[in-house]
């Protein structure tokens, strides 16, 4: 029997066949007056791409059916969607484009159909994109990146009329932020470049917001507009942004509205006017004066939009005690008058210990950064803390004060002992500021690996200090680090302001002109949250120092970094900062630390001298003793009873279980 071969289907010819079927298509997507794919039609240009794949060479045209394949949405997306949406703005801008991506969508889920073949053997053979992302990504790139601007502007022109009460369409802009999440194909760096300057936006918004109601409003018609605000943002996130945005929107109010505009300070008008009622109108009569530390009590008691009155206070310190901290200019008079009300304030709260924490956390950036403004405001509220709450509540942050006292006595030491044995100049400035342990708040140090210009530096100054101090260890902390290093680009040199993290990761690039991830890694010696804060800083945020690829704004272990050598800024010296880390956190843990000690020695105080004690009287005298710095939870004393039981500090009566008795 005879076997009689099929002629080839040429490229020419089957492509004219083909694109019968794609202006079908197109025609159906623009709503022309076309009928819709039959399944005889459907299974005739599947068929044709079929035998066009598998005839023998040369007239195997999978690699060209694969180029046209995408060749045929570029052109679809230049000669049709691209005209559709140019001249289009605002609100018809976001309907044209949701259509458009529907459209885009269901024309690449017929077009795989069609190609099918392709991605089961041809692309499922090669380290190639799918069908389903090259018909995606054409989108992307050639429709979202040329209107993403302009698209992001107008969805935050929409949420701003919403937020002044213009009602809108939020369907419409579930959809466009769906489209932000969609596109990006697992990933989610076009949802993130939108919500950081939806962000940015918002905190604009409520900045211009404050400025007016904080002068306007009375302090509860204030917080009412605050608490309505942060219900409205919750909305938002519900209706139409991503869920990951909640948290960031509410941090964005919060700043915004509280802590920058503090919320203290109206509390402090408040608590001045009713003071002089009581004073005054009521002569001093005992009953408003109670009535008045009641009502303060109360207030200052509860966790106002996420925040502790004790972390407001301190945040209200801090903006009056760091160089252009305050929102107006004040007078050292008015300076210390605030201090002293605020010091009385501090009164009412039951968690004294956690403010001291948070003073401290900010106590320690002002000077470490050289953020205070005035060194004799910092002494001064010190002293009024100590003489409220006794030696104990400062101890540690006079500590601090007189430790930066004999850092820059030390440093000059240094700048001798370079002068004297110039041999051991390390060839750059270096000051070094040494801390004592205990003192100051605890900081993560690493085996970090620092950079040869920066271990020479190291080195001298242990040497020096190794001759005034021989029996002192030096640990160093290069978390706290910063420097300045000269950036050499094409354009212009640059000074760049970095942490010691930041140098060390760019002066790498000195010896490489390009570094995975893993190898910074292995090189810097960092955990992945330190080294991806690093890089996210030099090369997603402001000051693209670093180009990556490929190029999103997420770090992933899996990417690779180079210099830009094209990187330019207006001015001669940048300052790039890392992303922010909350340290609410972090005080809170380190303050709930500290009460289990001051339970255990307090109990144990109580105990030594009573020797035999029933546990409901125990308990009282422990709260009593306490109270003053902060409210013990009965329960956490329950525990640590047991746990001094354990350690054998007490010991539970054999008869009587709820009579402890101390072990000496």
Not at 79 to 92: A, I, M, Q, Y
Not at 284 to 307: D, M, P, R, T
Request: net charge neutral; with cysteine; glycine share 4%.
């Amino acid at each position: 029997m005879a076997v009689i071969e099929r002629e080839p289907i040429e490229l020419s010819k089957g492509w004219e066949i083909m694109e019968k079927g794609i202006t079908k298509l197109k025609n159906i997507l623009e709503e022309k007056d076309e009928p819709q794919f039959s399944s005889e039609g459907y299974m005739k240009l599947y068929t044709l791409i079929y035998d066009m794949c598998i005839q023998k060479a040369p007239h195997d045209y999978s690699q060209q059916l694969y180029h046209k394949y995408r060749e045929t949405f570029e052109e679809y997306i230049s000669s049709t969607v691209l005209p559709s949406l140019k001249d289009k703005h605002d609100e018809f801008l976001l309907r044209e484009l949701v259509k458009r991506w529907s459209n885009h969508k269901i024309m690449v889920r017929w077009m795989s159909r069609f190609f099918h073949y392709l991605d089961r053997y041809y692309i499922a053979r090669r380290s190639i994109p799918g069908l389903k992302v090259v018909g995606l990504a054409c989108f992307k790139e050639k429709v979202y990146a040329i209107l993403n601007e302009k698209v992001r502007d107008a969805v935050i022109s929409l949420i701003d009329q919403e937020r002044e009460g213009v009602q809108i369409d939020r369907a419409l802009l579930k959809n466009v932020i769906d489209i932000f999440v969609e596109i990006g194909m697992g990933k989610m760096e076009c949802y993130e470049d939108f919500e950081a300057a939806m962000l940015k936006d918002t905190a604009a918004y409520y900045s211009r917001k404050s400025s007016n109601w904080i002068f306007e409003d009375s302090c509860p018609g204030y917080m009412l507009k605050l608490e309505e605000c942060l219900k409205r943002e919750k909305e938002r996130v519900a209706h139409y942004l991503h869920s990951s945005s909640e948290t960031k929107l509410i941090e964005i109010v919060q700043q915004e509205l509280l802590t920058e505009q503090v919320f203290v300070r109206k509390t402090i008008e408040l608590h001045d006017k009713y003071l002089a009622y009581a004073e005054g109108s009521f002569k001093n009569h005992s009953l408003f004066h109670k009535a008045l530390k009641e009502a303060y009590e109360v207030l200052f008691n509860k966790i106002v939009a996420g925040s502790s009155s004790a972390e407001l206070l301190a945040t209200f310190c801090d903006n009056i005690l760091k160089k252009g901290g305050s929102t107006e200019k004040l007078s050292d008079e008015a300076i210390e008058e605030t201090l002293e009300k605020v010091v009385k304030l501090l009164a009412y709260i039951s968690d004294k210990d956690l403010f001291a924490e948070f003073f401290r956390k900010k106590l320690a950036r002002r000077l470490l950064f050289d953020y205070s403004a005035n060194d004799e405001h910092e002494r001064s509220v010190l002293l009024k803390l100590k003489q409220q709450y006794g030696r104990q509540y400062t101890s540690k942050m006079e500590g601090m004060v007189t430790d930066l006292a004999f850092a820059r006595e030390n440093q000059n030491h240094f700048k001798e002992y370079l002068s004297s044995n110039p041999h051991l100049n390390p060839g750059m400035d270096l000051t070094v500021t040494v801390l004592t342990t205990g003192f100051w708040p605890s900081y993560k140090s690493s085996d970090h690996k620092l950079p040869a210009e920066m271990v020479k530096c190291v080195e001298v100054f242990r040497e020096f200090y190794q001759t005034r101090l021989q029996h002192r260890k030096l640990t160093w902390i290069y978390s706290l680090g910063s420097c300045v290093i000269k950036g050499m680009f094409d354009s212009k040199s640059l000074e760049l302001s970095l942490t010691t993290y930041q140098a060390s990761a760019l002066l790498l690039f000195n010896e490489s002109d390009s570094l995975s991830y893993q190898e910074l890694k292995s090189q810097l010696d960092l955990s992945d949250d330190d080294l991806k804060r690093v890089l996210h800083s030099l090369a997603c945020a402001k000051y693209k120092i670093l180009n990556k690829d490929p190029n999103t704004r997420t770090i992933s272990p899996t990417d690779v970094f180079e210099f830009n050598a094209k990187f330019t800024d207006r001015m001669r010296r940048i300052k790039v900062p890392l992303p922010p880390v909350d340290e609410k956190k972090e005080v809170v843990a380190d303050v709930d630390k500290d009460r289990r000690f001051a339970v255990d020695a307090s109990i144990v105080r109580i105990m030594k001298s009573r020797k035999v004690l029933g546990y409901q009287a125990l308990v009282m005298e422990c709260v009593e003793q306490l109270s003053r710095m902060f409210k013990p939870d009965v329960k956490v004393i329950k525990k640590r009873i047991e746990d001094l039981i354990n350690r054998e500090y007490l010991e539970r009566d054999r008869e009587n279980p709820n009579l402890f008795r101390y072990l000496a």
